[in-house]
């Protein structure tokens, strides 16, 4: 195998950073293929903590390629503040990352936008991570975006810049009734920002295929989940980038025909930041629970994540959407304690049983799940490194979801730290 997807498939946080630092081990590259700093990806290792936002989870490891991919949304500033965190931790990105020339850039009117229009819509927000995000992939689509590349063409920047920020301030002091915003002073500190990182911007695209084509093992990271595609989530309650397997190639530039295999990274239970359907959510005390025990809370906004049950019904679109192949299941470990576990494999609306994820609104925000309810095993399955060493209550809810979804485990993580994990099947 010499290319693989690890995407998440879920509402994004399942434990991806986990899993790329684990199986990063075995790759020579890996590529981050959408997103920007709305993602957060904890690694745990020796009881060390890393945050990743942009910077593929790959970095953790020794002599690895490391790529931001052209899909990838940038903001220069939290990108230079990563590689320092980074280099305090004793990490050196020099020499071992990559960023590509035609990622956009996020613009400081971009995170000024996202902010302001959020607030503007009350009840009706999204629950956006701030970051700019949403603003930034628009202007990519309305074909006015500012792109790594333009950072080293002085003159066109600075006019890009003008005409852009002339623009935005329409926007920020008419509708947000704002100060308007100096587009010299941008221009300015983004050339700075260009010098910071110029010695890691190259043409990705073709790095990415003569790297495939020496026969390098390349996985690329997704950021989000599933759910948080902009096409095939609950829109609008979704990112706006394509976090399913489609964005692996048009975010990183590599052809659909390179795809190998895909390992959807599932949560054994479900959680969600920010507004939006979720239809086995937990407002009790089981969620609270959940939340505790899991620490479910926002790597990059801190925020509490919402909590519920495995949904089968989401999973199975999701395994759908994407072709995953595998399975690679984490935090299993935080539900040991409890005495009852349910899994969704239905939603109830009106007087029918549904099977299928619905795209209208209306109806994800109506259903009632309808649950199978499988006895909790009740001990600390944290030291299990082998399928054989879990105890049988454990095998029943694991079987139950693989038949379900009709695909096999890669993986089962039952602990944040690398060795905390039971291999399955070897990916690579
Ligand atoms: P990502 O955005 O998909 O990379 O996920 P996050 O990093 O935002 O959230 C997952 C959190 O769960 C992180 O803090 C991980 O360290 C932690 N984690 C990952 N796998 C496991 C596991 O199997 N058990 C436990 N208890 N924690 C895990
Ligand atoms: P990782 O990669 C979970 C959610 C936000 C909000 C919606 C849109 O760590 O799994 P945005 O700022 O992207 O415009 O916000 O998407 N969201 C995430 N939720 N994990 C993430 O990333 C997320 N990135 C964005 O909470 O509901
Ligand atoms: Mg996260």
């Known amino acids: 195998m010499k290319t693989l997807v690890v995407l998440g498939a879920q509402w994004g946080d399942e434990g991806k950073g986990k899993v790329v630092d684990l199986l990063s081990e075995k790759a020579d590259v890996i590529v981050r293929y959408q997103g920007g700093s709305n993602a957060g990806h904890t690694v745990v290792i020796n009881d060390k903590k890393y945050v990743l936002h942009l910077i593929p989870s790959g970095i953790l490891h020794k002599n690895k390629i490391n790529i931001i991919g052209s899909g990838v949304v940038v903001e220069p500033e939290a990108l230079i503040q990563e590689i320092k965190e980074l280099k305090d931790k004793g990490i050196d990105c020099k020499g071992n990352l990559y960023i590509s020339k035609r990622a956009h ?100 695209s073709y790095f990415i295929n003569e790297l495939w084509a020496k026969g390098k093992k390349i996985m690329m990271e997704g950021a989000q989940g599933t759910m948080l595609d902009v096409d095939h989530g609950t829109y609008p309650y979704v990112t706006s980038s394509n976090s399913t397997a489609g964005g692996a190639c048009t975010g990183t530039g590599l052809s659909p025909k390179r795809i190998e295999s895909i390992t959807g990274v599932f949560k054994a239970y479900c959680t969600r930041v920010g507004s939006g359907p979720f239809p086995t959510e937990l407002t009790d005390e089981t969620g609270e629970m959940l939340r505790n025990r899991g620490s479910e809370f926002g790597a990059t906004t801190g925020r509490p994540r919402r909590c519920g049950w495995f949904d089968v019904v989401a999973a199975k679109y999701s395994v759908m959407i994407n072709g995953i192949d595998s399975i690679s299941l984490t935090k299993l470990d935080v539900l040991s304690d409890l005495e009852d576990i349910y899994i969704c494999d239905g939603y109830k609306y009106k007087n029918d049983i549904l099977k299928t994820f619905p795209p209208e609104l209306n109806i994800i925000e109506n259903v009632t799940p309808v649950y199978k309810q499988f006895k909790g095993w009740k001990k600390d399955i944290s030291q299990c490194r082998n399928y054989r060493e879990l105890p049988d209550e454990t095998k029943r809810y694991l079987d139950f979801i693989r038949n379900e979804l009709s695909i096999d485990y890669a993986l089962i993580s039952v602990g944040s730290e690398r060795n905390e994990t039971i291999m399955m099947n070897s990916l690579f």
């Open 105 to 204: 850039l996020i613009m400081p009117y971009h995170k000024i936008f996202d902010k302001e229009s959020e607030s503007k819509k009350g009840l009706k927000k999204i629950g956006t991570t701030g970051r700019g995000i949403g603003p930034t992939y628009v202007d990519k689509v309305a074909r006015v975006g500012i792109r790594v590349c333009d950072l080293f063409e002085e003159e066109a920047f600075f006019r890009k810049i003008q005409e852009n920020v002339a623009e935005a301030n329409e926007i920020a002091t008419k509708i947000f009734g704002l100060k308007p915003l100096d587009a010299e002073k941008i221009y300015n500190e983004y050339l700075d920002y260009g010098q910071v990182i110029k010695d890691f911007v190259c043409d990705t």
